[in-house]
């Protein structure tokens, strides 16, 4: 889905901006797609530290686009941050993938030219699909061990009357 909208987003951008694509648009679809995994590793991150689905939207919100906007060199150069600012803008994906957008578009620039910034993403997905799995992974554990824990007390609040539907008592 994540991958149809970048490729309608840059048809847009052709036909209706005229904002040509003067580098190639297999290294741009690379690096969004090392993005959309990054993005969703995020939000799986975001949602095993929450108990909403609402709660996990914000949390991924206020923890993307925020730094994305503020940080990223979509507005300021990061060359131009001082401070947590410019780490934070270094190290952000999204700095990568606006240097990579960016150098396709506007300078015809193709994947080894833009080598550096296509490591970072690439060394970013492992890092946050492990650290997202295994919070998953830690999150399923503890849920699984409250219920059994639940269903061991007397009196939890769920009845054992209906096998198929618990009924709240």
């Not at 975001?46 to 060199?73: D, K, R, W, Y």
């Amino acid at each position: 889905l994540a991958m149809l909208n970048f490729v309608l987003m840059s048809v847009l951008a052709v036909t209706v901006f005229g904002v040509p694509i003067t580098g190639s648009f297999l290294s741009l679809a690379l690096a969004a797609l090392l993005f959309v995994v990054i993005a969703t590793g995020f939000g799986l991150l975001a949602s095993t530290f929450t108990n909403t689905q609402v709660a996990a939207m914000f949390v991924t919100i206020i923890g993307t686009v925020l730094p994305a906007v503020q940080f990223s060199g979509l507005i300021h150069p990061t060359s131009s941050l001082e401070g947590l600012g410019r780490a934070i803008g270094t190290v952000y994906p999204a700095t990568h993938f606006l240097t990579i957008s960016r150098g396709i578009f506007a300078k015809g620039l193709d994947a080894v030219d833009l080598a550096p910034s296509y490591w970072a993403l690439a060394v970013t997905v492992p890092v946050v699909t492990v650290w997202a799995a295994n919070s998953s992974l830690r999150f399923g554990a503890r849920m699984s061990r409250d219920c059994r824990a639940r269903k061991r007390r007397p009196g939890s609040g769920v009845s054992q009357v209906t096998p198929a539907f618990q009924v709240l008592t």
